[in-house]
């Protein structure tokens, strides 16, 4: 494939390969580029290069792709083959993700976890009675997490807030000047959508009733601003299910929903399948992200870094929330929470009523502005501290 | 119709270089076809790449206004769109009906406070009235999203309509650059219609010309010397790899102690002016670099 054809359709077979490579350049885009190389000398490869990398990519990951993509085409070199590119075709398959079993040499981490006496000593969800665990979901039932809030973009009319121009202006129209009346206006806010990421594998099935309950009452409190997710060896979109009024057969509706209760977790690759269907589209978009889990992660943790990063620039904020981490003496050691510990705004435990109640407080509050974006791993660990205080007082 | 300086890409790179930016081949040709297509230009890349120095630099290589929009959350339309001046229209609702002895028109005062007298043009009023013009929007990721498609609209018609005054549309598009940092993801109508250009941090030799173009006094040793440190603290995992600009501050340390070469203990010394974190700087030690 040495020879360039210089003509449109060469060109435009150009962008048809990038497309089979796995990039996303859509009709707009191919248009933009054949208007681009109307003003560059063709014959120039480096210019031709540069108009179509300025037109046909979107996004940092597009740049390999279109690399290898151009130098096939028009540079006559080998193109990579389907199985190395092909990660489109991957990603839209793994909604059902193969069964890749872990290395025969890697110790069990779900055994390591479930042999944990320690887990035992902690008074949390985990250990409840049958008589507290209805107790429990009494006390659910009562629970009311206010929607977070985002300021909008508009102002609307207040009593108070900063004065209001253009109101004041027209007020003193009509009072001939008189300033009888000064219109105040303020930022209005509106509910920020926020996305609960749920592990039900089996190492989070003590806490997983528990916390689908507390989903619950968050989908009914703000049915259209809410999405509920879990994830284990699967991703499951339970939103639907737990609109359902009551508790019971809502959860009913989502148990049967979910096909990998208490199996394994490939944490980094649901939430790439997640993020990939809902969360670019807009589920994950500037919302508050929850994610429930411990962090047993099994496949290869630098999927999760990769995907968690990926979520924190689409959200607004990410929550971590470990029931582990209600322990004595915890630290953030675990291979998952290790790896996605740079692009976590804030670590919760979730381990109890109380700290699920501390861990809306935190959603509410990271919902009007989030950290810095540079905060360290010391600075994180801090601020959960104070937050602890901050949600008991 | 265009200045003899976007003619080419070449052009435009020789343009760039006469004001102290050095591009390389991929920055001309954006900022050429943003100019050429009437398109904006997104630039995204790790801070410190020389995304906003780009704008800067081609309003001077242009000799264009330079008119610079700073985003952050919440930003609304008052601030970046227009605004009234409402004490000046008080004091001139106070002149009329001083001057007209108790006999005001309330409808004629009214349409007199609304004119371009009385209104503030902010950032992007100011690029479509003034164009000519490169309008930079920075940091466009810390915006809302009904930020960036108010953005979007303006940005594909070159107008706004405001209620009580009209439209105003720009005689000619400015050249819009956009910078990101990739805090999040931008969206992707916005990016449909812009030109998209990855900056990279640049490579030893053109690192050591850009120190060498914007610092006169420094000698080519010490360039090299500060432009490979640097190089090699980005190949590190560092919390906050050194920019161009933290290159060309250390280096502005380094001539103003006077010192000629980069031993271990200047750079000790000097470090806080490249790394800005106190773990970056213990990885950095650790790692042999300084």
Redesign the interface.
């Known amino acids: 494939m040495g020879g360039v054809d210089h003509t449109v359709g060469g060109l435009v077979g150009f962008a048809r390969a990038l497309r089979h490579s796995g990039m996303m350049c859509?009709p707009?885009?191919v248009q933009?580029f054949l208007?681009?190389v109307e003003?560059?000398d063709l014959a120039d490869r480096?210019?031709l290069y540069?108009?179509g990398?300025?037109?046909l990519?979107?996004?940092?990951e597009d740049?390999p792709r279109f690399d290898a993509a151009f130098d096939y085409w028009f540079r006559g070199a080998d193109m990579p083959s389907r199985g190395q590119t092909s990660s489109t075709e991957r990603r839209a398959r793994s909604a059902a993700l193969s069964s890749r079993d872990t290395e025969p040499g890697e110790p069990e981490p779900l055994a390591t976890a479930a042999g944990d006496a320690e887990v035992l000593h902690n008074r949390d969800l985990a250990d409840l009675s049958a008589e507290e665990r209805e107790q429990l979901r009494r006390l659910f039932a009562e629970l009311e997490p206010e929607p977070p809030q985002?300021?909008?973009?508009?102002?609307r009319s207040s009593r108070r807030g900063q004065l209001d121009?253009?109101a004041?202006?027209r007020a003193?129209?009509?009072t001939?000047?008189e300033p009888i009346r000064l219109p105040r206006r303020n930022?209005t806010t509106r509910a920020r959508r926020v996305v609960l990421l749920i592990d039900v594998s089996g190492s989070m099935s003590p806490y997983a009733d528990a916390l689908l309950r507390f989903a619950h009452v968050v989908v009914r409190r703000s049915p259209t601003h809410t999405e509920v997710v879990t994830l284990g060896t699967r991703m499951t979109r339970v939103s639907r299910q737990l609109r359902h009024r009551d508790p019971e057969q809502a959860l009913a509706a989502a148990a049967k929903a979910v096909p990998d209760f208490s199996g394994g977790t490939r944490l980094g690759e649901t939430l790439r399948v997640f993020l990939d269907r809902w969360g670019?589209r807009g589920a994950a978009?500037?919302a508050v992200v929850v994610l429930f889990s411990d962090g047993w992660e099994r496949g290869d943790t630098s999927v999760l870094a990769e995907q968690m990063q990926r979520l924190r620039?689409?959200?607004?904020a990410v929550v971590w929330v470990n029931p582990h981490a209600g322990r004595a003496g915890y630290s953030p050691v675990q291979s998952g929470i290790a790896a996605a510990w740079p692009y976590v705004d804030h670590l919760v435990a979730g381990h109890s009523l109380r700290s699920l109640q501390e861990l809306w407080w935190w959603v509410r509050r990271l919902a009007r502005?989030r950290g810095s974006?540079?905060a360290?791993t010391a600075d994180q660990w801090g601020s959960r501290r104070e937050g602890e205080r901050g949600g008991a007082a | 119709m265009e200045s003899p300086a976007m003619e080419s890409p070449e052009g435009v790179a020789a343009a760039l270089d006469g004001t102290g930016y050095l591009p390389d081949d991929g920055i001309a040709t954006a900022a050429f076809l943003a100019r050429r297509m009437r398109r904006p230009l997104l630039c995204e890349g790790e801070p410190g790449t020389g995304k906003t120095a780009l704008a800067q630099a081609l309003a001077s290589a242009l000799d264009l206004r330079l008119i610079r929009l700073q985003c952050h959350e919440g930003i609304d339309a008052a601030q970046a769109l227009y605004d009234w001046d409402f004490p000046r229209q008080l004091l001139h609702l106070r002149t009329l009906e001083a001057a007209s002895g108790g006999t005001l028109n309330a409808e004629e005062a009214e349409s007199s406070l609304y004119t371009s007298r009385f209104l503030l043009a902010r950032p992007l009023l100011r690029a479509l009235q003034e164009s000519p013009c490169v309008l930079l929007v920075d940091e466009i990721d810390r915006a809302d999203d009904e930020f960036e498609a108010f953005l979007l609209e303006m940005l594909s018609e070159y107008a706004v309509s405001i209620p009580e005054f009209g439209v105003v549309e720009a005689p000619e598009p400015p050249l819009v650059v956009l910078t990101s940092n990739r805090t999040r993801e931008v969206h992707d109508a916005l990016k449909r219609r812009c030109l998209y250009h990855w900056l990279e941090h640049p490579g030893l030799e053109r690192e050591v010309a850009i120190l060498r173009r914007r610092l006169p006094g420094l000698d080519a040793r010490l360039a090299e010397q500060v432009a490979d440190a640097v190089q090699r603290m980005r190949r590190m995992e560092l919390l906050k790899p050194p920019g161009v600009a933290e290159a060309l501050d250390w280096a502005q340390a380094l001539l103003a102690l006077g010192t000629g070469d980069l031993d271990t203990e200047v750079a000790a010394r000097t470090l806080g002016a490249v790394l800005k974190y106190r773990e970056d700087a213990d990885r950095a030690r650790a790692a042999g670099i300084v």
């Open positions: 859509g707009n885009r933009a208007a681009a003003h560059v480096s210019r540069w108009a990398r300025l037109t990519c979107a996004d940092p740049l985002r300021p909008a973009f508009r102002h121009p253009r004041t202006m003193l129209l009509r001939g000047g930022r670019r978009r500037r620039r689409l959200a607004h502005n974006g540079w360290t």
